[in-house]
């Protein structure tokens, strides 16, 4: 094995046994639920900082923390020196990252937390550093070594901080009881957008196929053909769906007698359902389980919508 694969497998290496070892010694340290009830309890918004690296990791987990239900977002310290403090309030909470707890840059947001009373969580290697001193709360990386051969450029530590960060944001999601519905309010661009849609954004609506069940199988087929969405929902008296005639029953029952009978005659009783707020994903599954193209989306009983796995197919669904 030559040496440039070596290193970049010992650095996978390395930094695997920290997270493990960071993750015993938390089993242990009553820090990090103490900064997870910390973040649940306060009233108003978390404010990640840091500068360099530290500064990446904590734009990323501000991200991470306000898609998963936490309002949060990123201060650089720097620009807090230059007006940016009046953007973080006493109801706030402070995350500051800081492998060796002494960047100059925080000094000024670590002054304005003392000053008001703002609780801080630490991120830190260093728990007899300036920061740590100042903390509320200070969770500690236990990075001794970098993977850098040279243990200069931040890899081993800014690995480490990034899992914790994601370890309180997955924390506060279990904490909070965020489902894939809330998920979705914060994601509603793109594919993963998309894997979140409710039926009733992907559903036909408007002028659905319906007839009732004493209708002639001419007024069935004629709405079958023009409307050209597969099927025709049967109501009874009551507008309550209770049958379904598809193309696929137009073949299977072709006779001379077709169009002397009523719909009632010839339906499919219960048709397969689903709810509007359901998630076209779980349409899409059961359309799959159940063999079938196409669900009525109903309230209660009453018919609301058609959704066909075409529909779930142009809304990038599948």
Partial sequence: MNASLEAALGTLRAEAQALTTLAAALEADPALPQAIT??????GRVIVTGVGKSGHIGGKIAATLASTGTPAFFVHPTEALHGDLGMITTSDVIIALSHSGESKELGAIIAYATRFSIPLIAITGKVASTLAKAATVVLNTRVEREACPLNLAPTTSTTVALALCDALAVALMTTRGFTKEDFAVFHPGGKLGAQLLRVSEVMVDEDLPLHPISATMAEVLVT????????????????????IFTDGDLKRRLNPNLLHQTAADVMTQSPKTITP??????????????????????????????????????????
């Avoid at 099927?231 to 009551?238: A, D």
Wanted: net charge neutral; charged share 15%.
């Fill in 38 to 43: 910390l973040i649940h309890n306060t009233k």
């Fill in 224 to 243: 079958l053909t023009t409307r050209n969405l597969g099927c025709v929902g049967l109501t009874n008296g009551e507008g309550a769906l209770v049958g």
């Fill in 277 to 318: 707020d359901a998630l076209a994903t779980s349409a899409v599954a059961q359309m799959d389980e159940k063999g079938v193209t196409s669900l009525w989306v109903t309230k209660g009983n009453q018919p609301v919508g058609l959704l066909r796995v075409q529909d779930c197919l142009h809304a990038g669904v599948l």
